[in-house]
């Protein structure tokens, strides 16, 4: 049917934003994110495999991960806006592991990055602290737009699933009671 073609183009797109994202999370080491795209992106292709073959359960499963996915990135979209007592300063998303944050901290759309020169930071350990300057967009604001688009994707993959699912079961319906 048109609507399961439509909706294997749309699991499609929910795969390619997902791997964009994962890519993103690795350059900026942020371990927290990487293991939770990593399953997004495992439960997506059952989602589509579901989809493709007429497996109602794994699209359920895609349904149930998906009021997880959207906890996690309004999650995110807090931790970057600093809402709720959290701050995008924190080493959450690290994990504790590293002290690494957003990539889009260091690699913002139109910042300029320069070392910061007095002799004063030659001294730490980690003397590469950098100063952003000129920034067209700061990069918590680049996070909380990734999230925000994983959040209406995510809406509009729940409601696709759901409609496949109600498709399947009126399908097995009409094809146990003929």
């Known amino acids: 049917t048109s609507i399961c073609e439509t909706s294997h ?13 994962q890519v ?18 495992i439960v997506v292709i059952l989602g589509l495999f579901g989809t493709v073959q007429y ?12 009021v997880f996915w ?6 995110i979209c807090c931790l970057y806006l600093d ?12 994990l504790g592991l590293s002290s690494y944050r957003s990539w889009w901290k260091d690699n913002g759309p139109g910042c300029e990055n320069r070392n910061l020169p007095t002799t004063r930071w030659q ?5 590469a ?13 680049i996070e909380v737009m990734h999230s925000a688009l994983q ?12 409609y496949v699912v109600n498709i399947f079961n009126e399908e097995e319906d009409t094809y146990l009671y003929k």
Not at 9 to 21: G, Q, S, Y
Not at 70 to 75: G, H
Not at 151 to 162: D, T
Request: charge should be negative; glycine fraction near 6%.
């Open 9 to 21: 183009c749309f699991m499609f797109l929910c795969l390619i934003t997902a791997v964009e994202r």
């Open 123 to 127: 001294h730490l350990e980690s003397p």
């Open 83 to 94: 809402l709720g007592g959290l701050s995008k300063d924190s080493d959450y998303l690290s």
């Open 24 to 41: 993103f999370d690795f350059l900026g080491y942020q371990w927290a994110p990487i293991l939770v795209n990593f399953l997004h992106v």
């Open 70 to 75: 959207v906890t996690w990135n309004v999650f």
């Open 151 to 162: 959040l209406s994707i995510s809406a509009l993959g729940f409601v696709f699933a759901c």
């Open 55 to 66: 497996k109602p359960r794994y699209v359920v499963l895609y349904i149930v991960w998906t």
């Open 129 to 141: 602290l950098v100063s952003e300057l000129g920034c067209v967009l700061e990069y918590q604001y």
